[in-house]
């Protein structure tokens, strides 16, 4: 079935369900409850899961696969997000074409960017990249801005020549949709003390996801995914036995930068507005980091990688100093004062220190990512249940 | 005439002469070993076969068309197949994946984006990687990553990547240095059989006893220049030869 073996498509329909079902997961905590600020399953986070998820699967084509590390990836993403607002002014509040012109539009940027930038590998391609992604954030802060709108961003205006579509309904500026159906509606629903919001544009963003992520696994699978991965581990072998690493790798980087503007595309389609500081290379960074965080070259990592990164941005950041003593309020005053002390700078703002240090014993002690240490805790499961049914069958035999 | 004709290969390295009007002539399915002593040139010419260096004046053909000007994977491609003083496999890869690239390669041509198959469906390549592989005496490791094996086995690992492309001409720079004596032993082995299947090869090589029990034809290089072309049991008491390897003392 879908052209995957056993294991992928268990895989896959594990990551189906939990996205298809994330309004519900990501809310376990009761509504009003100590711990109802844990939960993630508002439309705005998830869609940001979703989307940074399609935007570090993309980078995972290339890094994870060629090796070839790109710091400039956020440009095309900023590319894309600028086309797409382009086409919900000019073309349609329909998000269709807009994400379609955006993956085009960011598709022919990476091919001029990563000819030239492929022409050197290692350090020196990291840096002409990055060079690329700079260079891109500072026209369109300066000299660019009659396309981007510099530094307040492109956004939509009320006197938008929409082609087809009205340039106002009642005095506002309609919202985007999906052949009629609007990215911000949704239903909530009612639990008990439970409360879920299925969002509109969160299942456009997961539906996306899933198909992004179903065609990276069939790139992993094929000939051509075995090809990146003898450009990683031997360039030179490759050339020596027939096969010309060059165009290889322009491919995964052009089908990676092609993934960036789908998921600007998708940013704009849910909020349509796009900044030049979208393509600064801290943006560029953090795709880096979710990927390795999760475990680069693996299939899932990428989307693991990204969840934790924005779980910790939106939620790790909201926790203040009123809530942890709230936290500590069963010890004396002086303990509660100290905790508050020492708890406080990895929270809050803090939140970078957490991640940080997180990063670092990731890479430090598990250099597969999140991944490896699921397999880790994995096979020591495993071996236990093992032991437990050798120690049966031997009670059996006695 | 010959599968591989040289004639006339000069390359000069600043004021040094790495090659001398070098002309050499190797004949389909036998075996051609170019010896010499240190710094004669044999893998400065061999370099001028693949891609990797272009003679100052010369022509490389191979059946007839020239090598020069050429990327090494276009020259791979035309049926030249090469390994290295120290065997050049893909580590991180699985031994069947790496002799599966190579047969792939010889499918598909220099680049093809085939990124919605499935490669668990090739079925055809992955049979003739795991028979390659059996040849090779390799078949039990299929699935082990490459960069474990020993020395010896990354030799044949190579060895049967080449072997998957089933190339006209097969390049071996000392294919045995560095090896036990019991390796090279193997490996003589190998490529004798190898050499059975019509694969025509060339070698480079200082160990004698590998020159004599394989090669049908000797050249010998000495400072750049050809000074003997001639089958093995003439070399042996060639005075001129003699002289090349140890200064004028008898062998």
């Not at chain 1, 840096?127 to 300066?142: C, D, K, P």
């Not at chain 1, 997961?206 to 992993?220: D, G, T």
């Not at chain 1, 990063?359 to 999140?370: A, D, H, N, S």
């Not at chain 2, 490669?119 to 490791?141: P, S, Y």
Request: charge should be negative.
């Amino acid at each position: 079935m879908l052209g995957l073996d056993a294991n992928d498509r268990k895989l896959f329909l594990i990551v189906a369900v939990v996205a298809l079902l994330a309004p519900i997961l990501l809310n376990p905590f009761p509504e009003g409850s100590e711990l109802a600020q844990f939960n993630a399953g508002y439309p705005d986070l998830m869609q940001r899961f979703a989307i940074f998820g399609i935007f570090a699967i993309g980078f995972n084509i290339l890094f994870g696969l060629t090796g070839y590390l790109s710091f400039g990836h956020a440009a095309f993403l900023g590319v894309g997000s600028y086309a797409g607002v382009w086409m919900l002014k000019l073309l349609s509040m329909n998000v269709v074409p807009a994400i379609i012109v955006s993956v085009v539009v960011a598709g022919l940027f990476s091919v001029v960017v990563g000819f030239i930038s492929l022409r050197r590998s290692g350090i020196y391609f990291s840096i002409l990249t990055l060079a690329f992604a700079q260079m891109s954030f500072a026209l369109a802060y300066s000299v660019l801005t009659p396309i981007t709108n510099g530094e307040t961003g492109l956004q939509l205006a009320l006197n938008d020549p929409r082609i087809f579509g009205d340039s106002q309904i009642d005095g506002s500026i309609p919202p985007t949709n999906f052949f009629g159906f609007e990215m911000r509606d949704g239903f909530e629903l009612a639990l008990g003390p439970w409360a879920f919001t299925f969002n509109v544009g969160y299942y456009l963003c997961a539906i996306i996801l899933l198909l992004s992520f179903y065609i990276s696994v069939r790139i992993f699978r094929s000939p051509f995914g075995m090809m990146l991965r003898a450009v990683k581990t031997n360039q030179q072998r490759l050339k020596y036995t027939g096969k010309n690493p060059k165009p290889y790798t322009l491919a995964a980087f052009v089908i990676s930068g092609m993934y960036a503007g789908l998921a600007g595309g998708l940013m704009v389609a849910m909020d349509p507005l796009a900044g030049a500081e979208r393509m600064q290379w801290t943006a560029s960074g953090e795709v880096v980091l979710m990927t390795i965080l999760g475990g680069a070259g693996t299939l899932i990592g990428p989307v693991l990688g990204a969840g934790v990164i924005k779980y910790f941005e939106n939620i790790f950041s909201k926790i203040n100093d009123t809530i942890l003593h709230n936290w500590f309020s069963f010890m004396p005053d002086t303990m509660q004062d100290i905790f508050v002390f020492l708890v406080n700078p990895f929270i809050g703002k803090g939140w970078h220190l957490t991640l940080g240090i997180m990063f670092m014993l990731v890479v430090i002690f598990l250099p597969g990512g999140l991944v490896e240490g699921a397999q880790k805790l994995g096979r020591l499961f495993k071996r236990k249940r093992n032991k437990q049914a050798d120690n049966n069958a031997l009670d059996a035999g006695d | 005439m010959g599968i591989l004709q040289v004639q006339g290969v000069n390359k000069n390295f600043g004021g040094l002469k790495a090659l001398d009007d070098v002309n050499i002539d190797v004949e389909a399915e036998t075996v051609h070993a170019i010896i010499g002593p240190n710094g004669a040139g044999k893998s400065t010419l061999l370099n001028c076969f693949i891609g990797r260096l272009e003679p100052d004046t010369g022509t490389v053909e191979f059946e007839g068309q020239s090598l020069l000007n050429r990327e090494p994977h276009e020259i791979n491609q035309m049926g030249v197949s090469r390994v290295f003083q120290t065997p050049e496999i893909f580590g991180d890869l699985t031994l069947l994946e790496n002799v599966m690239i190579p047969a792939f390669a010889k499918r598909d041509g220099i680049f093809k984006i085939n990124a919605w198959n499935s490669v668990a469906e090739e079925h055809e390549i992955k049979e003739r990687a795991v028979q390659v592989l059996e040849d090779m005496g390799l078949v039990d490791a299929l699935q082990d990553v490459a960069s474990q094996l020993s020395r010896g086995d990354k030799r044949r690992l190579e060895l049967a990547m080449c072997l998957a492309q089933e190339p006209k001409l097969l390049l071996l720079d000392e294919p045995t240095a560095g090896m036990s004596r019991s390796d090279t032993n193997n490996t003589i082995e190998l490529m004798k059989t190898i050499s059975k299947r019509g694969v025509t090869m060339i070698v480079i090589e200082h160990d004698m006893h590998v020159v004599f029990s394989l090669a049908d034809r000797i050249s010998v290089l000495h400072q750049g220049h050809v000074i003997v072309e001639d089958l093995p049991d003439k070399i042996k008491g060639n005075p001129k030869v003699q002289e090349a390897y140890l200064g004028g003392a008898h062998l």
